[in-house]
């Protein structure tokens, strides 16, 4: 026969349904009513602002958006803020990407920067060379021969037919790389591009890459980096322009407020009913 | 050619790619013939590509033929999308160079699987959430100091840390900077380290697990 549980006992083990739903209620808040917290700015996204910031116009940048669809809500504010902010300093761009839905993610980023890429000319301002495949080894072949790895855009018009492109063909023809990624192509472009060539690097990445590439950071290997949906509401703050990112921090409030409360609650059962179970 | 010789080409080849990345990184900078070699990685990445694809092919309409309990019939659908994407993303490619000028595969790419990617996604946020709450019990003096510090560092990344306490984000950089960034960057130099040794025992044929051997066999 089933021994009846205590209260305490009940509060250690809570139905994980019961959660589901309190987070679900808990998320629809900030909809009803924003909190609207005010946000401070974390070092390593204020030198990411203040290195682009030093952009000079003409200089050539490579975004390597290294994030599928799925990763959008944390990594496309942060990429957004940075594009917009490399375009206003009149810096020329080239956009790749290793996800097989990099297609979708530039069209995305080229809408959140709507007004910014109205103002530029397409193979002059910047170019778009699509998905390329094979892991380090391709960072380690676009450092010393791009074309060897597009040979033309990702529309078919040869590099040497895109006025932006004429001289540019190795690492040490761009300015800095910023890699939006959720994992290792970061790792890839400080082993290819930042430790042989000193290329300057960022990371703009999700949450759980902050405490990866902390230490490069640390380092002085990155030159900032940008952490989940926090350091893309930092850089919106930075840039003067709140979107995606700021509304996002409500409900990363929220849901980072209960699961402490949930914690708090597993904890306190566990100790009053630890008693009666000895 | 017998069995033996033809590992020992493998090795042989593994030994020869090594040392000529090994040379082109520490000592030349840039060389043509490991410029060379990366281009053959590129179009082998290139085909695992297509291959990968055929294999995925091949082992779904397996499935279907054993009608494999609770599998086959999403083998049916996926073989279904999959015709329709590649037949979609050819038809945009051949009429205009860029596969999502056809508004079959726009229109799928963009809906369907933009959302669904997405869902999936946050769906791991209420995992986590259930989880932190089973599993961060304070068991032990070594759990309630990691309770400790996550519950900091969780406050650190929400602005509603500061709110609460102007000290909470303190607190929890300093976790940050004096606990993890160390263990971080132990834990990556003694990666590196791995690593190395790792491709001393590939260059002298000794690291056979990418042949399917178990090393010392």
Same mark, same amino acid.
């Given at each position: ?15 994980r ?34 290195e682009?910031?030093r ?19 944390e990594c496309?504010?942060?990429?957004a ?6 375009i206003?300093q ?34 002059e ?18 450092a010393?021969?791009?074309r060897?790895?597009f ?5 078919g ?10 001289n540019i ?6 300015r ?10 970061c ?10 060539? $000193? ?31 926090? $350091? ?36 306190? $059962? ?9 | ?54 294999r ?42 860029d ?15 933009t959302?669904?990617g997405q ?36 406050l650190t990344?929400a ?56 090393a010392?066999?």
């Amino acid at each position: 026969m089933s021994e009846e549980l205590t209260f305490w006992e009940k509060l250690a083990r809570i139905d994980r349904r019961v959660f589901y739903w309190i987070l679900f209620i808990g998320l629809m808040v900030p909809f009803i009513r924003p909190l609207g917290l005010a946000i401070t700015v974390s070092p390593s996204t204020r030198d990411l602002y203040e290195e682009l910031r030093r952009v000079q116009p003409g200089d050539v940048c490579l975004i390597n958006i290294a994030f599928g669809v799925s990763a959008w809500p944390e990594c496309m504010p942060a990429t957004a803020a940075c594009t917009k902010l490399l375009i206003r300093q009149g810096a020329k761009l080239i956009i790749i990407g290793p996800y097989y839905d990099v297609d979708l993610s530039y069209e995305e980023l080229k809408r959140r920067c709507a007004e910014d890429f109205a103002k530029l000319k397409y193979g002059e301002d910047y170019v778009y060379l699509g998905f390329y495949a094979g892991g380090e080894a391709v960072v380690a072949q676009l450092a010393s021969d791009f074309r060897s790895v597009f040979p033309t855009d990702a529309y078919g018009t040869p590099l040497d037919e895109l006025p932006m492109m004429k001289n540019i063909n190795k690492a040490t023809d761009i300015r800095l790389v910023l890699s939006s990624d959720t994992g290792d192509w970061c790792s890839y472009y400080i082993r290819q591009w930042r430790i042989p060539y $000193g290329v300057p690097l960022a990371e703009i990445g999700i949450a759980m890459l902050g405490s990866e590439y902390m230490p490069h950071y640390r380092a002085g290997i990155l030159f900032g980096m940008s952490v989940g949906v926090r $350091g893309g509401a930092e850089l919106e703050k930075l840039i003067g322009e709140p979107a995606d990112a700021t509304i996002r921090m409500d409900a990363i409030n929220i849901s980072h407020i209960l699961v402490i409360i949930a914690v708090l609650l597993g904890n306190i $059962g566990y100790f009053a009913s630890r008693g009666k179970r000895r | 050619m017998s069995e033996v010789l033809r590992r020992e080409v493998v090795y042989l080849v593994t030994a020869i790619i090594t040392i000529i990345m090994f040379v082109e990184f520490f000592f030349i900078g840039t060389w043509s013939v490991a410029e060379e070699l990366r281009t053959w990685a590129i179009i082998i990445a290139n085909i695992a590509l297509g291959l990968g694809a055929v294999r995925l092919l091949a082992e779904h309409v397996r499935n279907i033929q054993r009608r494999r309990a609770g599998v086959w019939s999403f083998s049916i659908w996926l073989i279904i999308l999959f015709v329709v994407m590649f037949l979609s993303g050819l038809a945009g490619y051949a009429a205009k160079h860029d596969p999502s000028s056809n508004p079959v595969y726009n229109w799928l790419f963009k809906w369907p699987y933009t959302s669904l990617g997405q869902t999936l996604y946050a769906i791991t946020g209420f995992y986590i959430f259930s989880a932190a709450y089973r599993a961060f019990r304070a068991r032990n003096i070594d759990a309630a100091l990691l309770l400790i510090a996550g519950c900091f560092v969780i406050l650190t990344n929400a602005t509603v840390g500061e709110v609460i306490w102007s000290g909470i984000p303190v607190i929890g950089r300093w976790f940050l900077d004096y606990g993890q960034v160390p263990g971080m960057r132990c834990f990556l130099i003694v990666a590196a380290f791995g690593m190395l040794a790792y491709g001393f025992r590939a260059l002298l044929g000794r690291e056979r697990g990418f042949y399917g051997e178990v090393a010392g066999e």
